[in-house]
Every structure is written in structure tokens, then in C-alpha cells.
């Protein structure tokens, strides 16, 4: 029998598999200097604020990328780890905001303004880690990663998958929704973690300060694209593309099935984390809205609009969805929904690869042909039979 990763990994030699292709470098630099350069260049303080939310959740996009895309596990539940990183670094700044000083008039002073409405008269324990900047961003991507361990390492050992494992991530979203709304004395309730107001004393209320948070959000979506690139290279990534198109043959191969897709799950659920906390620090607040069924499934439409396949396609996927939704809802407010809606469907049976496959099929050929022709070296002129050469 063939091993599938074998076969992978001696195509992918013959071919010298570079880290990435000219054309994915040239995709890289285009997407960077739209976010860093034009953007920023073309749009007013509160619309660049707004572009810094959509790249946020860009970073679920990308995980998306590498776990529905490449290993095959579409996860419903994406909105339950960008909402555990945005809760971790709405706890610091809740933390920060809720000193003596600022909460004096408050019956229990020097803890959140809500737990004092709802007479909790201590910090609990588990708020305690989350008055450290250093260990609050630990915290930030390591706990939702450890939760996506826990789901995915009891449900892929017991070979669950497919169609019941998305509707089991979709039910975990629904229960932290539930359970951060019921806890309104410890997670703030409907209304979330608000009135965040600085950041190690940093003020990032300020227009200032929101201009400097989207450009570390643009430079950790970057960053987080090569690492995505790099698991998508490595053997890996083969690796995994071998066991969403045959499992059971890479399995009977001696690889274990259940480990990578651990990984996989894991990976998505660290960088939709880092997309939560930049999220909390980009807008200001953090709620249940963003963690149950709904907006998990918004992210999924923002990989598939962009191309499942392509981390490239899916920032842009992102974007365009996102500014879709915003123009919709500002222009024709009773029918934005179906506006959105119609536009995902258009998308996806006229570009089943969403905007990826566009730029795979009509544009990347394109430029390879005109780079190949710049770089064909110019026929030499061979002097007619009898003439004495130049």
C-alpha cells in the first residue's frame, strides 16, 4: 500500500517546496502594505478603529485556514476561544481600571464595579493571575488553548468527527454563553467587561493609542501568517492534508490521527486567543456576544468567502465580508441581513474556492507568465549563412 504522507513529502521534493512561492511573497507584501500603508493613509481615526476589529477577527479566519481547510475539521465554535482570549485581557484592564482610587465610592473598594453590585465583596481566585500584564498575556492564548486540548483530545480519541463534532463545538459555544451570562457577578453578565480605560497605565481610550493598537494588530496578523505558512510547509501541514483526504490510510501508516488533529484544533483556537485579546485592547470592551453560535459562524463565513484553502484569502475574506456587513447595515439598515446573505451565497456558487480561487485561477497565471517572460533570456541573433558575425 502506498503511504499517502510519503507521497506527499516526495512530490513536494521533486518540486525544491519553497517556503513560499514569489507570487505568495508578492500576496504577502500586498496585503501588508494595503493594512500598514493605504489604510492608514485613506481612512479617518473611527473607520481605521473599525478595519482594526475586522483584522482581529482575521486571526480566527487564518486558524480556520490551517484547521478546516487542511486537516478537515470545521469547528463551529471558533468564537468560544476568541472569546476566552478577549476575557483574559478585559480581566487585566478591568483590574487596572478598579483600583482604590477610581472605585472609592464603591461598598467593597478595589474590585470591578460589578462584582460590588452584586455584593461579591473579594476577588475571587481565579481573577487573581490576571493582575499581571506579563502573565495575563500567557494566560490570554494559553487558557483557550488548553480548553480546545480538552475538547479535541476527548473527542478525536473516541474518533469523533465530521458533522457531529462541528454541532458539539457549536453546543460548547452555546453553554459559555449561557454560563458567562448566568455568572453575571463574576464575568460581568450580558453587558460584559466594560469602561476599560488603560493598559499598564497606558491610556488606549485615546485616538493616539488606537492608532499605535492597530498596528500591532496589523504586525501579529502578519507575524501569525507565517507562522500559519510555516505549519502549512513543514511536513506537517502534509501531513495533514493526507489525513483530511485519506485518514484511515495515513492512520493504517502509523501516524496518530487523533495528535494532529489536536494540533490543528489547538493551533486555530491559540490564534483566535490572540485575535480576542487584540480585540478587547482594539475596541475597548468584551462580551457573550462574541463568544456564542452566531459569531462563530460568521467566522467560518469569513474563511469560506475568502478561500478555506488560502491564508492570504481569508484576511481578505474578512475584510470584505466585514465591510459588507457595515455598509449594508449603514445604508439599508432594514435589509442588511438578506444584503449579506446574498452576497456569501453569490460568492460561494460562482467562486466555490471563494476569493482565493479567483486569484489561483485568473490572476496568479497571469503573473507567473509575465514573470517567466521578464526573466527568458533574449534570443540570439544568428547572422545569415556566409555573413561574418559581430
Not at 483530545?153 to 459559555?176: D, E, N, P, S, W
Not at 513543514?234 to 495533514?240: A, F, P, Y
Not at 475574506?317 to 435589509?335: I, M, Y
Request: aromatic share 12%; charged share 15%.
Amino acid at each position: 500500500m502506498t503511504n499517502p504522507v510519503q507521497t506527499l513529502t516526495k512530490s513536494v521534493t521533486v518540486n525544491d517546496n519553497p517556503f513560499m512561492k514569489p507570487v505568495e511573497w508578492l500576496s504577502l507584501f500586498l496585503l501588508a502594505g494595503v493594512i500598514l500603508v493605504v489604510l492608514p493613509l485613506m481612512l479617518d481615526g473611527f473607520r481605521l478603529n473599525l478595519v482594526g476589529k475586522y483584522l482581529t477577527y482575521a486571526f480566527v479566519a487564518l486558524g480556520l485556514v490551517i484547521c478546516w481547510g487542511y486537516a478537515g475539521i470545521l469547528s463551529l465554535g471558533q468564537g468560544v476561544f476568541f472569546g476566552l482570549g478577549g476575557y483574559g485581557m478585559a480581566m487585566y484592564l478591568k483590574l487596572e481600571a478598579s483600583s482604590i482610587e477610581n472605585t472609592k465610592i464603591q461598598s467593597t473598594p478595589g474590585i470591578p464595579d460589578f462584582m460590588d453590585w452584586n455584593q461579591i465583596t473579594a476577588l475571587p481566585w481565579f481573577w487573581q493571575p490576571f493582575k499581571s500584564l506579563p502573565l495575563t498575556i500567557v494566560l490570554a492564548v494559553a487558557v483557550p488553548v488548553l480548553f480546545a486540548m480538552l475538547i479535541s483530545f476527548a473527542m478525536f480519541k473516541r474518533r469523533v468527527g465530521g458533522t457531529y463534532f462541528a454541532i458539539i463545538t457549536q453546543a460548547i459555544a452555546a453553554i459559555l454563553t449561557i454560563l458567562i451570562v448566568g455568572q453575571q457577578g463574576y464575568t460581568g453578565g450580558i453587558n460584559g467587561i466594560t469602561d476599560l480605560r488603560t493598559l499598564h497605565g497606558w491610556d488606549i481610550r485615546t485616538d493616539s493609542a488606537k492608532f499605535i493598537l492597530y498596528f500591532v494588530n496589523g504586525g501579529l496578523l502578519i507575524a501569525c501568517i507565517l507562522a500559519a505558512q510555516y505549519v502549512k510547509k513543514s511536513k506537517l501541514g502534509r501531513i495533514l492534508v493526507a489525513m483530511r483526504d485519506k485518514e484511515d490510510r495515513v492512520r493504517f501508516s502509523g501516524y496518530s490521527v487523533a495528535g494532529f488533529k489536536v494540533f490543528a484544533f489547538c493551533f486555530a483556537a491559540g490564534l483566535a486567543a490572540i485575535g480576542g485579546a487584540m480585540f478587547t485592547l482594539q475596541v475597548g470592551f468584551m462580551s457573550p456576544s462574541f463568544v456564542g453560535i452566531v459569531p462563530s459562524i460568521e467566522m467560518v463565513i469569513y474563511a469560506a468567502v475568502g478561500g478555506r484553502l488560502s491564508l492570504f484569502g481569508a484576511v481578505w475574506g474578512t475584510l470584505l465580508v466585514n465591510w459588507a456587513k457595515t455598509s449594508f447595515s449603514e445604508s439599508f439598515p432594514d435589509l442588511w441581513l438578506f444584503g449579506l446573505g446574498a452576497l456569501f451565497i453569490a460568492v460561494v456558487l460562482a467562486f466555490p474556492n471563494g476569493l482565493a480561487g479567483i486569484w489561483r485561477e485568473h490572476i496568479e497565471p497571469r503573473l507567473t507568465r509575465r514573470a517567466k517572460s521578464l526573466q527568458a533570456p533574449e534570443p540570439a541573433i544568428v547572422p545569415p549563412h556566409g555573413a561574418p558575425a559581430e
